[in-house]
């Protein structure tokens, strides 16, 4: 399978003109993911038997198909009449984002548009975690909740609760979808949050929550 290189597929995007028009007027860069394929996978039991962290990575590029396996897996769109998704959330809030770090740059995945979208041009890997195999492994999520969705009358320590749940569920399908696919995994909470929400340009209302690492093993 070819590996997949996001600078190539995002420049492509934009030269083909599948660029949206940004907020600011400014070309938006959009890279539209393969369609997910919901057939394949080992069967739940065994996959549950073989999940477990890794904390070892190859600098292997994800394939685009793979990535965008994971992403749904993680947090795609499964019902799409109501626009829920693979992992549950409190009161239906959806209020955790999957952004995704690459060596390419910063991207949010959006579910509903099974694409993703540029956010910082810049290799963010190694501010998304306090351990060393961020910087090189290929890909780290970071799921990140905005409070900004969440009902207004709940107290912060609802909101904080409920969004630290959402995020443990959309980690555990990314554990599963790793150990169904042979690709090594960890979720991290040791995370420098005031450095990386910079970084990552966050709005007040958007708190980090975990991060993840995702790869092949080493040969
Ligand atoms: C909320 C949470 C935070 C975690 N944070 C880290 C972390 O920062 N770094 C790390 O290497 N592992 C982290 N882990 C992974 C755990 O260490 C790991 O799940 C545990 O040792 C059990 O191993 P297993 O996942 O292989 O069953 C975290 C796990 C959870 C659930």
Redesign the pocket.
Same mark, same amino acid.
């Given at each position: 399978m070819p590996t997949f290189n996001l600078l190539a597929v995002t420049l492509a995007a934009t030269l083909l003109g599948s660029a949206a028009p940004g907020a600011a007027g400014a070309a938006e860069t959009i890279i539209t993911l393969p369609r997910p394929d919901m057939n394949g996978g080992k069967p739940l039991m065994q996959t549950l038997k073989e999940?477990? +962290?890794?904390?070892e990575f190859s600098a292997e590029s994800l394939p685009l198909p793979v990535l965008a396996n994971l992403l749904w897996a993680a947090a795609g769109i499964n019902r799409p009449q109501s626009g829920k998704r693979t992992a549950p959330s409190a009161k239906g809030w959806a209020e955790i984002d999957v952004y995704v770090a690459t060596t390419d740059g910063l991207y949010i995945y959006d579910g509903m548009a099974h694409a993703l979208r540029l956010v910082v041009a810049k290799d963010l890997r190694a501010l998304t975690?306090?351990?060393d195999f961020v910087g090189h492994a290929p890909v780290n999520l970071v799921y990140v909740a905005d409070y900004g969705r969440m009902d207004d009358e709940s107290s912060v320590a609802d909101k904080q609760f409920y969004a630290?749940a959402d995020a443990?569920f959309i /980690?555990q399908n990314v554990?599963l979808y790793c150990a169904s696919q042979g690709l090594a995994t960890?979720?991290?909470? +040791?995370?420098d949050r005031e450095v990386l929400g910079r970084a990552m340009q966050l709005k007040p209302s958007q708190h980090i929550q975990? /991060?993840q690492t995702v790869g092949y093993p080493p040969k």
């Open positions: 999940r477990h +962290s890794e904390r975690g306090r351990q630290a443990g /980690a554990y960890v979720v991290r909470g +040791s995370v975990l /991060a």
